[in-house]
């Protein structure tokens, strides 16, 4: 909107700070009750995780503990996932305390796989939703911070089942289904194809594109590759672990945790933000099933996810500086636009 000044000069005016674009569902309890529930959920989350993580850090603590505090922790991420969509808590969190106790009381292998499978699925997720819209540096740190500690919760919470599944199929079930719901979260909250401009197209095909070559790559490289080319690789990861005691995982670095970054940094912009961030769930979710395999080695396994960390931290930065520069004179000339609104980390979406 533009105004004349006494001189006849026009001026563009900052527009108003825009609202919610989605209508959310009533507070489920009052303000009060509300409160001690959140407090109630985040320390039971806090304490679950510490439990859990027992099973991976020797702490003198009793191994009974570790399936029976994976089983809270399970309720507990399902809760905070349901509340975040906006889905109905008596159902769902229902249905995961239900497969919580049977997997603790029964111990048969099938349900102890599937809360493993359930538990990684959920924290995955959980870890991208739960983000806000990150406008400077230091709110892109906080965001990835926050979606990494949930991540890694969901992490020891997998490996506290001690699930006798294999990896590989087990990673790949986890990742098709947390990539399902997510577009599925995402396809609900209104963030439709119609609606994505020419930048958000092309940086949603980019990733995809990244994705897909590197996917391709690797699965050429294993089954067709040269032996000088698969020495190379087995050479260098071997280097790497004997040097610095882990190998940073490429789905991570380049495409699971900077499209964590952007996808936080676009939605403080664009609603379409929220698409970018369904690449991120790659990388939470390859970080959520690290651990499933019993013969991993914890420490080989913290330093990798560590490394891929701070790698991927800086990988995004980069394109976030990439995907939010404005490319011509009058966009750098026109006033900034207000950052978009949306509920607090605590409230649904919807």
Request: aromatic fraction near 6%; charge should be positive; charged fraction near 15%.
């Amino acid at each position: 909107m533009t105004t004349a000044t006494q001189g006849g000069r026009r001026r563009l005016e900052a527009p108003a700070t825009p609202a919610y674009d989605l209508p959310t569902r009533q507070p489920r309890l009052r303000p009060e009750l509300g409160r001690w529930a959140r407090i109630t959920v985040i320390v039971l989350w806090l304490v679950s995780t510490a439990l859990a993580t027992t099973s991976v850090v020797a702490v003198g603590a009793p191994t009974w503990i570790e399936r029976p505090a994976a089983g809270v922790l399970l309720v507990v991420l399902a809760t905070m996932l349901t509340h975040r969509v906006g889905g109905y808590l008596r159902i769902w969190v229902s249905l995961a305390g239900l497969l919580a106790v049977s997997a603790v009381v029964m111990e048969r292998n099938v349900t102890i796989s599937a809360a493993a499978g359930v538990t990684a699925v959920v924290a995955t997720v959980a870890s991208v939703l739960l983000t806000r819209p990150a406008r400077t540096l230091g709110q892109v740190v906080r965001e990835y911070g926050v979606a990494i500690a949930v991540a890694l919760s969901g992490t020891v919470g997998v490996a506290a089942w001690n699930a006798p599944v294999g990896y590989q199929r087990f990673n790949l079930l986890v990742l098709g289904t947390s990539l399902a719901l997510a577009i599925a979260v995402v396809w609900s909250l209104g963030a439709g194809l119609h609606g994505m401009s020419r930048q958000g197209v092309a940086v949603l095909v980019g990733v995809a594109v990244l994705l897909i070559v590197l996917l391709a790559y690797s699965s050429f490289v294993r089954t067709h590759g040269s032996e000088t080319v698969v020495d190379a690789f087995t050479s260098t990861v071997t280097w790497l672990r004997e040097t610095v005691g882990g190998v940073p995982r490429p789905v991570e670095v380049l495409i699971g945790l900077p499209a964590l970054v952007v996808g936080t940094s676009v939605r403080s912009r664009h609603r379409e933000g929220w698409w970018i961030l369904v690449f991120a769930v790659i990388g939470t979710g390859v970080m959520t099933t690290s651990l499933v395999d019993p013969n991993a080695y914890p420490s080989y396994v913290g330093l990798s996810t560590l490394y891929s960390i701070v790698l991927g931290l800086a990988v995004g930065l980069v394109a976030r500086r990439i995907a939010l520069r404005d490319r011509s004179a009058r966009r750098n000339r026109a006033i900034e636009r207000p950052s978009r609104v949306e509920p607090p980390r605590h409230e649904p979406l919807r």
